[in-house]
């Protein structure tokens, strides 16, 4: 008797891990669908660049990225394209940083960091305390500020530009 309860579980388990996996990839369909309806509030069955303006400021800083149809709006494939686009690339980021930290202390030293051409030329800068040793908060605080500097430069060109 104990072993067909044994092999019972053994059968039930897969399958109650993957109706709890099921369950979450449908409440996370649910959140992104009530996301959608939100931003759009024209309902057409895209999010325009106003309409991400309101409400979603980083989908209006990418929004040209994201419209990759160039339509002027952005349907829900194109922003699930993009969302995974983004998880994709941090994970390969993740594992390239993990794979630089050879003695596994979750830190990258200057000579870790060498195999890793943007981090080793960008060093001295991303090494906010001056300890020879980057984190991931420093990492991302300078990846951060990176992007606010970009932003804000092509910001200023468009502007000198119309003003011209």
């Given amino acids: 008797m104990g072993k067909w309860i044994v092999g019972v579980l053994l059968v039930a388990m897969p399958c109650m891990a993957w109706s709890a996996e099921q369950a979450a990839s449908r409440n996370q369909e649910l959140r ?27 989908l209006a800083e990418n929004f040209d990225q994201i419209d ?18 983004a998880d994709t690339r941090r994970r390969e980021f993740s594992r390239s940083l993990e794979a630089a930290d050879n003695d596994k202390n979750g830190k990258l030293s200057r000579d870790e960091a060498k195999v890793l051409p943007n981090m080793s030329a960008n060093f001295d800068a991303i090494d906010s305390n001056h300890d020879e040793q980057l984190v991931m908060k420093e990492i991302a605080d300078y990846v951060r500020a990176k992007d606010n500097a970009d932003s ?8 000198s530009a119309g003003s011209q």
Avoid: C, W, Y
């Fill in 32 to 58: 992104f669908n009530q996301m959608f309806r939100n931003l759009d509030a024209n309902n057409t069955g895209k999010i325009s660049r106003a309409e991400a303006g309101l409400k979603a400021p980083a």
């Fill in 68 to 85: 990759v149809d160039h339509d002027g709006g952005l349907t829900k494939k194109e922003i699930k394209d993009a969302f995974l686009a």
């Fill in 152 to 159: 804000a430069a092509v910001a200023g060109s468009a502007g």
